[in-house]
């Protein structure tokens, strides 16, 4: 229905103002002085507002999570420190957190997961990446299957479990130092894989900048790449690849 | 069935020679001395191998290209010459030439187009990327819409097309200069965004190293990055997520 | 006039030797051993000296902002430290500390405020140095609007102030991640926008270095670029342009 | 007069379906099928489009200058080669080309040139860059001072011209090499600075970006940077600010 | 034998001044003015001295042949144009070029290849680096055995080979792109692997520099890397592995 | 032997099913839930898996030292904390560690150390990757010889010392700062130099890459580079290299 | 003698206006519209003015030459190509130009070359830059000391020209590659070393950005470095080193 | 004399043994096991040997300090952290400690300093740098001329110290931020000029990088470049420089 059609109708009282304020009226927006809310992302994406906790006030972060729990009944908070944690936890006791993936939330768990998303980690130091885009997919409703430690120095321990990862609607490929394993794991599977660069390794790594570029760089198909250590970003877009294929398309 | 079990059916006569064979066997390469066709690359991703044409020597690209028509009765070639394209057109009259995309197929279009994949441009000059993203796309069997010139410069451009782009499977955001179409886009969708960097630009833009920076980087959800032009790369994967919702997941 | 005619008239007694001197006269410093203060500033560009804390000793920073409020009644202080503050408070109990943008300044705040500098910024973690950018505008005599919190993620928090932001003389766009706020704006207004990258962010932003590269190669025009996380000569910038709006010119 | 008001005057019969949907309305644009012409840029900036020449197929060239023409009586493009002026001319013969800063126009220049733009270059080599921002300035209606070859390397120059450059309402500072012209010129002048990096050099110098970062880390207050070799978009926003000191503010 | 020994055996008449004087002399450099041949190279290294041939003039090119062929009646030239090769053709006619490797020789081929250097390719636009590698290693006496086309993107062609290539006394693992290949033999082979970053790829490999970075930073065991593209670099490293293998330690 | 013959063999009876079982069978990996111990490594490299300690929790590391001393009756640990060697010393008493080389290990000592590496640093500053080098070559079964700050800037003490250099089958060159101790002592020998460029040094060395670049780029052939710092993966190679040496080739 | 004791003389008559005007007088500047000749660069520096030809256009390079000429009896031209060679040549018949280091000169040398500077290069492809350096010292009246072809991979061939290169009064060391020919002549001798890297190489180098690195963080003492291919730099700054060692300090 | 010429001596009786071993003696080195220390670098180069603390294990720094005392009764240390300082003057009473250069130095200051080096400083943040340059000169027999906080955002500032600058045999320009001195200083001067970047600034500075990077492209004559925050070798190469004036050349 376009502009002049709701002009017509309100006119010959087809539809009341409140409809056509309706159709014309922006998306709410709560500003809280400090920050603009973002209350309906959820209508337009589909997945709640995420809270990114590193750096934030005190204050802002309890009146943040009071504020979406209050709405939502849950509330998921990333990059979360141990002293954050105990803030979170004193104001909301059903509140938990995970020291690896810094992940802090309050979920009640009441639905169901569904698909299957695959998380794929080179080696043991990669875990708070890969533990992040896990439960983050699983935040969003995803089923999720963990394959840690199979970087490619010993293909052996990738290659016994090509079959489990091949069945993922979508791979998330996480690995530092020169990042070859997502190039791998997209020449094996045939849904989409989502490369995680870390930060692990030393010297010419550069913090992650190395495998980065391996992985944008990658002679396999179907991969595509977030940022360092970008746990929640790749565990957000598989939720929402695995969401297609569950819901399908119509 | 594990390799214990095979091998004791086998002893006991319930399978042959050649069912054994077959679970043990891997999986066939066509070496054709300067190169090794991966011919059960369709078996594996359920996408055919594409033929990238930048710098192959002309004897090897009609070699190839015939050896894949007479299998599949079509072929995709991504960076293809003008030189290459009258080369096997003169080979394979049926063969098809884009300057723009510089994509030289045969593909007799035998096939439905399903679901539906928004390619997104930001500039005219960035087409080049964007046709090559659009075509692979329709190769692999995803219906397209394109937007293009909607550059976040003229931001009414994009927002009057909004609802169309909201209702792709998956959005491709090509853009070169400083890349801020994805962002935009990615606020905007709630299916995910591939997005593209172009080397279109000049000056600061070190061939597009900025636009992947931005990409990267970018603060939106939902954003995963493929190689500087690589429309091809975001052509297959969107092909990969379309598919994941046409199919459905079982 | 010219030198040979200044010579002339002094010879000839048309002008005096005190006239002739104040022709050839450089312009005073007053040179304090470990620095060089530039007292005539305020003569030569229309705004006075401003003091950049960071890594000053202790007894450097208290004589100089001692210097500066006995000759202009004011001063201010940018990228000050808590310690400097209660440093300088001690000495200076009329100073004022403002710890979100690190300013520490002796302002009477006796002059009226000017024209229209509007501050955006992307994020909450940004407000640093928004407000550095809007304080510093302010000591130079210019009214400030500030919009915080309108990063292109959800770009409806944007468009909701856009008659505000277009009302300015001159915007400041803040941004770090990915930086497309400045091109976005830049867009939407019809006077300049002056970016400043922030180093918000992580990974491949490379401490802000990728914002700045976006912002630098913005496809929309009327934009330039400040150093990263420099609110300080954005805010100077600003006021600059806002005082030829308010001036005029003759 | 926000949605519900206008609702509710449609309502009581106050103001017209016309007028209400005027109100809705976004702005127009021309979609040439290859490109959205935004037709109320001018509007909006209150200076035309400008065409970007550079690598622009012919046909869209001509088709795209004819329609600005026919609109606006002028227009201007950058980055022009000598095949693209050819062909311009020969449609529009009242065009005009500038083989230094590479502008291809039709300019009727039926306008006063208002204020004082200077432009400042270090080298000779400098000038293709210098002449386009000065081109740029005065098609957006803007008096412009040229300042040519005073680069620090010999500084008596450059101070021979300093009045003449602090009379101007913004000075844009064109360098190569080391860039170090725009701090100097900073510390010297009251209004604001453009600083403009050249690709020209070599060496160390990687096509501009060092001379890009000498200015962005100026130690100089009043100074903001526009892309390598980008003299349009330095004269766009002198203009932009010159206009401001010549309209004023209200 | 000591400086003061010899001395003293001359004095005592123990040794003659012809012996005592090839002590101390250094060893004899050809200064053919624009260059010093290095003719005693041989013994340093117990590899003959080779000609890189880019930008070298004709008449030096010609002339250093023709002494090294003199000397050693062989001699290898790397990195020669067509137009070389015919030069050098018309010299020495039994000079030899070939076109993939651009390396132009002149090997009578009258020694026993020994040894087994495996030189491994990723893809078939490698193959000029991994040529020169291999005919490298075959002119300092390693018997060569070639994998080509074996990119990690589909793993079962590599597999298929990996009781070959862990035959070889020395592994050279050539790969552009993303330059994964290195880390995925290394993990499979117990001998050392000499990487060789290639410049094939486009957008953010950067000539070369990512696949560099990705071999540099390899989380698998016994690879060291040379520079983009050399393979002579690699070819005569493998070249003194195998020798320490074949000759044995004493 | 080929899959079919194992299959024939079997079914004639010729072999066993534990025979062809044991020819099917992928290596074994002990999954210990957070890692895939690679137990089988000795058998495909000779020689046994390492311990990278750093950031490894203490409970893990713990765990694996004592999984693989009960194994192999040794284990190397390299980059160990202080804090790290007090816990594997109270658990495993005959654990020993070095504060320079950060190597913590149980090392029986029950073997001959063979075959000759050297070892030569630049700088004093460079010792604590010199020393992993060469504690990481004696572990893996080579002799090592030490020779310590004989850098460029005083040509006179590598000097002295190249007789001792040439004696070895493989020399490590460990340099910080510029690195040009590998391209000199590669012109010096004859067998292979494994460079090692080292963090050491200040300003635009930035962390090691500076130096990792000279040496990329020698000028002397039979050197190749392993990533900054990294005194195991050169001890590792040599190790390899000198292995062949001493094993020699059939 | 300071400004006012210079006007009270004039006043006094105890010196003339002329003498007055000299001392205020600004140094001339010949505005040729397109570039501001220096003239008195000779009376300042002590060495005439020099002309980068490079892209300058053929009427300006003449009519710059001729002026020089006139004026000076001679004229240094840098960077000159061989059409710029006929174009000078054919208006001054006197003039000279050397294809290696591409510099065209008006030359009578009519002076005595005074001192000694020592111009090594590594090898023979570093000829281009270590010319323009030698050729420019004599220019400026050095006597220059060849010493090419001294690469560190053939240590011995630099060694036996160690006492030529200690007798310089500068040494100027040219290098590409890795560029590590600097720090070893800078341990070998007692006078300053300008190191000048070269783009000579390939891969890593990165036009000679490697050997710039290389030769910044320099382990040795008493060495500078100039930018890449920067010859004539290096030969201006040996002449100015080598005139105080000739003139002496009073 | 050449080695034939001294063996015929000696078996001529015309020299001794003693005297022909000294001929062919290399340069003696103490070596202390974890150093060897170059005790004829003052024979070599004219000025003893210094000793960079930073990192240096106590009981090194202290063995060195008095090794070098003893020896020369002088020893500089550069870099050196104030517990350092204590641990030296508890040993050597007559050590002196200055914090700003961190010099730690056993000066009796019984030689005359003799020439005119000139440091000058951009800014009061620049004086750690150019107080490590200015001692260092001293140290090695310069006299010292101190211009500090003269740079070029405030101009007036060093042209009033211009007389003073170019009396210097050789000027060291120290900036940080853009480091536009060094440009400024070299056209103003005829003797050379050593530039020393600093860390000093922030943001795009990338710690000293980009003021290296002006520096070495720098459109003056007569300057070269030394590692960022390296006074010490500045101060080194002007005090080489300043006593070839000093001594003048024979």
Known sequence: ???????????????????????????????????????????????????????KPDEFLIEIFKKLVEKDKRALGTRASEHQA????????????????RILKVDPMDRELKGNVCVCSAGTADLFVAEEAAQTAEYFGAG???VYDVGVSGLHRLLAEVDTIRKATCVIAVAGMEGALASVIGGLV??????????????????????????????ANGIAVVNIDNGYGAGYMAAQINRLAVRGYE
């Open 1 to 55: 229905m376009q502009t002049r059609e709701v002009l017509e109708q309100l006119v010959e009282g087809k539809i009341s103002i409140e409809e056509a304020e309706k159709f014309f009226k922006k998306e709410p927006i709560e500003n809280m002085g400090f920050a603009r809310l973002d209350l309906h992302r959820e209508v337009r994406s589909g997945f709640p507002e995420v809270i990114f906790c590193q750096n």
């Open 144 to 146: 999720v299957t963990r």
């Open 86 to 101: 105990e803030l979170i936890l004193s104001e909301l006791p059903n509140a938990q957190y995970d020291k690896v993936s």
């Open 190 to 219: 045939e849904n989409p894989v989502i490369a995680v660069p870390t930060s692990v390794g030393y010297g010419a790594n550069m913090k992650g900048l190395s495998a980065l570029l391996t992985m944008i760089n990658s002679c």
